[in-house]
């Protein structure tokens, strides 16, 4: 199975013990663009700009939901559980040779309750790529997502650096690699 360029138009639902990751919808905007318009959110990525733009959240969802998206985007949605709708996001990214690129952030009201590490394990068991390898980058300043991600499996692969929209700055980064 390729995912070189776009992946598979349907995405599946993924279910945990408190957590449903769903694919994006329109309705998710308004908690999307609060959660990523904190500072804290946004320098934790390589791509939200602060301050957030008016229509990047639309944006955002429109090329996360159209057919021929590039990535696949889950929604880590609490509401099985009782918690919010929408408490951040999971995305995987098709690579060449049957790997794919795991990122992740959750809004800072619901940090420290492994609700990352729960969605993260999710797509590993699930494997909706069918990938050989997961990579994963993290930047130094983050050492919680890298709790999460050693916790899952990932091996530290080295030391890189990336560029931070909203910190309009390159970052050091740690890299890590998970054999599937």
């Known amino acids: ?24 919808a329109q309705s998710d905007a308004a908690l999307l663009a609060l959660y990523t318009s904190d500072r804290r959110v946004a320098e ?17 969802i429109a090329r996360s939901t159209a057919p021929e998206r590039e990535e696949d985007v889950w929604v ?4 099985v559980s009782g918690a919010a709708q929408v408490m951040g996001l999971l995305s995987l990214k098709p690579l060449e040779r ?47 997502t890298a709790h999460v991600l050693t916790n899952a499996g990932f091996d530290y692969l080295g030391d890189a650096e990336a ?5 309009r700055a390159t970052v050091p980064t740690w890299t890590y690699i998970r054999r599937m």
Request: hydrophobic fraction near 45%.
């Open 1 to 24: 199975m390729s995912f070189d360029k776009t992946i598979q138009a349907d995405q599946p639902i993924l279910t945990t013990a408190r957590l449903v990751l769903r694919p994006l």
């Open 44 to 60: 934790g990525t390589r791509s939200i700009p602060h301050p957030l733009p008016p229509g990047a959240t639309e944006q955002f």
């Open 76 to 79: 880590l949605d609490g509401s």
């Open 98 to 144: 049957q790997q794919s690129q795991i990122g992740f952030w959750v809004a800072p009201a619901f940090w420290n309750a492994g609700f990352a590490s729960e969605a993260v394990r999710a797509v590993i068991k699930s494997n909706p790529h069918h990938a050989r390898t997961l990579f994963a980058e993290v930047f130094q300043d983050n050492a919680a």
């Open 163 to 167: 560029y931070s929209v909203a910190r």
